[in-house]
């Protein structure tokens, strides 16, 4: 078994728990309706938090291995907010072949808060996912290739959200191994979908957001 620099081996009970997990939320969604999606999702949700909270008390030091980090914060940073740069200028220059480059100023609502969704994914995609197949794979493109079609095809049926997924999933993964650092890949994730949500999804979850917060 290979070693990680932190002195743990992989937890295949992780990965094949998370890939069980975005199946659930396929199929629950293909065979019932996204509100039972939904559903599943909170219950499993719930499940992987106590889990967290299992490994963080009886496990030293696991904060650091998952990522949760300053020592490198500002190489990371860079690296990670110079592809969501580079993601960024190909999503305008996609929305600009339809026209659509304008955003409502609900957009910035989702700017705000999507770092903390993106921190989220990307705890799931590169701790329960990439980490243990970096112990199984050989080589980096190996790993962030296989972790990134994972985390497209848990965005099924919704093809558009598979193909931007896994680009997006591939390029992070691939920073991530050498900048470890969950808080700057959590930021440059929530600003690359908040832009895809608007430019090229055609969605407005700021608007939403405001929505649920005036009829509270």
């Given at each position: 078994?290979?070693?990680?620099?932190?002195?743990?081996?992989?937890?295949?009970?992780?990965?094949?728990?998370?890939?069980?997990?975005?199946?659930?939320?396929?199929?629950?969604?293909?065979?019932?309706?996204?509100?039972?999606?939904?559903?599943?999702?909170?219950?499993?949700?719930?499940?992987?938090?106590?889990?967290?909270?299992?490994?963080?008390?009886?496990?030293?030091?696991?904060?650091?291995?998952?990522?949760?980090?300053?020592?490198?914060?500002?190489?990371?940073?860079?690296?990670?907010?110079?592809?969501?740069?580079?993601?960024?200028?190909?999503?305008?220059?996609l929305a600009g072949t339809t026209g659509s480059v304008e955003v409502p100023t609900s957009f910035w609502v989702t700017v705000v808060l999507y770092p903390i969704y993106g921190v989220i994914q990307q705890f799931a995609l590169?701790?329960?996912?990439?980490?243990?197949?970096?112990?199984?794979?050989?080589?980096?493109?190996?790993?962030?290739?296989?972790?990134?079609?994972?985390?497209?095809?848990?965005?099924?049926?919704?093809?558009?959200?598979?193909?931007?997924?896994?680009?997006?999933?591939?390029?992070?993964?691939?920073?991530?191994?050498?900048?470890?650092?969950?808080?700057?890949?959590?930021?440059?994730?929530?600003?690359?979908?908040?832009?895809?949500?608007?430019?090229?999804?055609?969605?407005?979850?700021?608007?939403?957001?405001?929505?649920?917060?005036?009829?509270?």
């Amino acid at each position: 078994m290979n070693i990680d620099r932190y002195g743990s081996g992989p937890c295949y009970w992780e990965l094949v728990s998370i890939i069980a997990a975005g199946a659930i939320h396929v199929t629950a969604e293909l065979l019932f309706s996204e509100a039972v999606s939904r559903v599943c999702n909170v219950v499993i949700s719930l499940a992987f938090v106590g889990y967290v909270v299992w490994r963080v008390r009886t496990s030293p030091g696991v904060l650091r291995t998952w990522g949760m980090r300053t020592d490198n914060l500002a190489p990371a940073v860079v690296a990670h907010l110079g592809f969501a740069a580079f993601g960024a200028l190909a999503l305008f220059g996609l929305a600009g072949t339809t026209g659509s480059v304008e955003v409502p100023t609900s957009f910035w609502v989702t700017v705000v808060l999507y770092p903390i969704y993106g921190v989220i994914q990307q705890f799931a995609l590169q701790n329960f996912i990439a980490r243990n197949l970096r112990m199984t794979l050989s080589g980096p493109v190996a790993v962030a290739a296989t972790a990134a079609l994972l985390f497209g095809l848990s965005h099924f049926p919704r093809l558009d959200l598979v193909a931007l997924a896994f680009v997006a999933g591939f390029f992070f993964t691939l920073i991530y191994q050498r900048f470890s650092n969950l808080w700057a890949v959590g930021l440059a994730h929530g600003l690359t979908a908040a832009l895809a949500m608007y430019l090229v999804l055609g969605e407005d979850p700021g608007a939403e957001i405001l929505n649920v917060v005036r009829a509270l």
